[in-house]
Nanobody
């Protein structure tokens, strides 16, 4: 079983910055990718950024140039540096881990951390 713990959310004014952290622990298989997703009230959960096992990153168009995802393999942790935050970035941000062992692929989610951007 895998546990994902996010931290770093909070309330910030438009134009401000926040840094989210996600630490994975437990019985982790071979990691395929880790990602950040967000869900605003009344909206579907959407991809924000993902980093693969090779270290390549992909971002949603809405956050390109403002958000940066990084990782610390030794700590099984990922981070999301969010700059130039806007009210439309307000959402619960979730960390996702995609790992696999033999023929088993597993997806795990964190509990989420609230990000609120005031105008």
């Amino acid at each position: 079983q895998v546990q994902l713990v996010e931290s770093g959310g909070g309330l910030v004014q438009a134009g401000g910055s926040l840094r989210l952290s996600c630490a994975a622990s437990g019985s982790i298989f071979s990691i395929n990718a880790m990602g950040w997703y967000r869900q605003a009230p009344g909206e579907q959960r959407e991809l924000v950024a993902v980093i693969t096992s090779s270290g390549s990153t992909n971002y949603a168009d809405s956050v390109k140039g403002r958000f940066t995802m990084s990782r610390n393999n030794a700590k099984n942790a990922v981070y999301l540096q969010m700059n130039s935050l806007q009210p439309e970035d307000t959402a619960v941000y979730y960390c996702k881990l995609d790992d696999a062992s033999d023929n088993v692929r597993r997806v795990s989610w964190g509990q989420g951390t609230q990000v609120t951007v005031s105008s």
